[in-house]
């Protein structure tokens, strides 16, 4: 069986011979700069390549972060569970590890708010620059 005969849970979508620098020079259209064009496609994948890095990064951190909050709060209860004066104060820690989930859950929100920030912002520098590229060029008018 030959190499280039597409197997059966293979789609061959007839990429294999394209010459993509020869359907660009075939396709110039009268006023269109190809190859800024291209070059604008390019950055617009680099953007989200940067905002996919960031995104994962910033979920990364999140539960790196989600599991410490996890792991303190588990050792705290042990802690105070295992003393004998915790019986009569189980209201009182009760009190106390709700507060403290309740500021371990807003210190995540605030990163989670500022790492959507930032990936927010790098779209946006992206479709500025994009808007600033399709602008005509002054001088030629």
């Not at 960031?54 to 539960?63: E, G, I, V």
Request: with cysteine; proline share 1%; glycine share 6%.
């Amino acid at each position: 069986m030959s190499d280039s005969n597409p197997k059966a849970n293979e789609a061959d979508w007839g990429f294999g011979a394209l010459d993509f620098a020869k359907l660009v020079e075939s396709c110039q259209i009268s006023g269109v700069d190809m190859t800024s064009l291209i070059d604008m496609e390019k950055k617009n994948i680099d953007a989200l390549i940067e905002v996919n890095r960031s995104a994962y990064d910033s979920w990364r951190n999140l539960m790196a972060r989600q599991t410490e909050v996890f792991q303190e709060t588990m050792k705290a209860i042990a802690a105070e569970a295992s003393t004998e004066t915790a019986a009569g104060r189980r209201t009182e820690i009760a009190r106390q590890g709700f507060e403290k989930a309740l500021a371990n859950m807003r210190q995540l929100a605030e990163t989670a708010t500022e790492q959507q920030k930032q990936t927010i912002e790098i779209l946006r520098r992206r479709f500025e620059d994009g808007m600033a590229a399709m602008r005509p060029r002054g001088g030629s008018a």
